[in-house]
């Protein structure tokens, strides 16, 4: 089984700032891209920003110049360092991660159980 394990959420006043980590560890025979990915009250999730293993990061418009990702690939684990917060900002944040539990698994997307972002004005 995969787990992926996420802290670092909170509330913070706009123009703050925070640091998500999230873990993944279990049954990984390969990771393809680790992510974030956010959903507001009453809207769609949406990519945040996402890494590729030896790929181009991508951000959403959005957080672009606020927010960055970085990987520690010897732990499995990826980070969002969160500048410049706005109350725009506030959702429940979740890890993703896409990759084959063993050698002949399909690329699978897996998901931490979501951590609260909360900026306030």
């Known amino acids: 089984q995969v787990q992926l394990v996420e802290s670092g959420g909170g509330l913070v006043q706009a123009g703050g700032s925070l640091r998500l980590s999230c873990a993944a560890s279990?049954?990984?025979?390969?990771?393809?891209?680790m992510g974030w990915y956010r959903q507001a009250p009453g809207k769609e999730r949406e990519l945040v920003a996402s890494?590729?293993?030896?790929?181009?990061?991508k951000y959403a418009d959005s957080v672009k110049g606020r927010f960055t990702i970085s990987r520690d690939n010897a732990n499995n684990t990826v980070y969002l360092q969160m500048n410049s917060l706005k109350p725009e900002d506030t959702a429940v944040y979740y890890c993703n991660a896409r990759l084959r539990p063993r050698r002949w698994s399909v690329l699978g997307d897996y998901w931490g159980q979501g951590t609260q972002v909360t900026v306030s004005s």
């Open positions: 279990g049954s990984i025979f390969s990771i393809n891209a």
């Open positions: 890494m590729p293993s030896g790929g181009s990061t």
